[in-house]
């Protein structure tokens, strides 16, 4: 009995270490090219935003997103802000329908923001038909002016985030 214990003690240290294991910080791609002649909308995929509680109150911030899979297959949405909707306030989730092409497994995820009033993103969810759903984690302040985000994608293989 006296040799179970340590190895007891070790399974739940190693699974105690890999719970508290930071998740991946979004990145700048100054590099980024958007496809925007490629929505020719064959796809249907819901995005749902959810804004930080301890972002600003609002923002009145231009929005934009690109996501896509390993293969180049590109959904891009040039402005989902809507200051007049009240989207992207402080706690809240925003919906959005976006068409596009036909993705397989969503491995990248980019935001643009333009405009001074700051804006920090939570998370951010894709769904689609023929995709398993798809989060990207933010929680922290989008930089103005440059693609902002994740590629978790393996080129020529399917990856999910």
């Known amino acids: 009995m006296m040799k179970a ?24 791609l100054e590099s ?6 490629e929505n020719g909308g064959s796809c249907s995929y819901t995005v749902s935003i959810r804004t930080s509680c301890s972002s600003t109150t609002y923002t009145r911030d231009q929005i934009s997103l ?10 891009y949405a040039p402005r989902l802000d809507d200051p007049y909707s009240r989207t992207f306030e402080r706690c809240s989730t925003d919906t959005f329908q976006i068409k596009g092409p036909c993705t397989y ?19 951010v969810s894709v769904y689609g038909y023929y995709t398993k759903a798809a989060t990207f ?19 020529g293989a399917s990856a999910s985030a």
């Open 137 to 155: 984690y933010y929680n922290v302040f989008v930089p103005n002016g440059i693609w902002y985000g994740f590629d978790f994608c393996k080129k």
């Open 105 to 123: 497994q969503v491995c990248y995820l980019y935001l643009y923001k333009s405009g001074y009033d700051g804006w920090k993103p939570e998370s």
């Open 66 to 75: 690109a996501f896509g899979d390993a293969y180049g297959n590109q959904v």
């Open 32 to 37: 980024f090219k958007v496809n925007a002649t």
């Open 5 to 28: 214990v340590p190895l007891i003690f070790i399974f739940f240290a190693i699974a105690d270490a890999k719970r508290t294991l930071p998740l991946p910080r979004p990145q700048p």
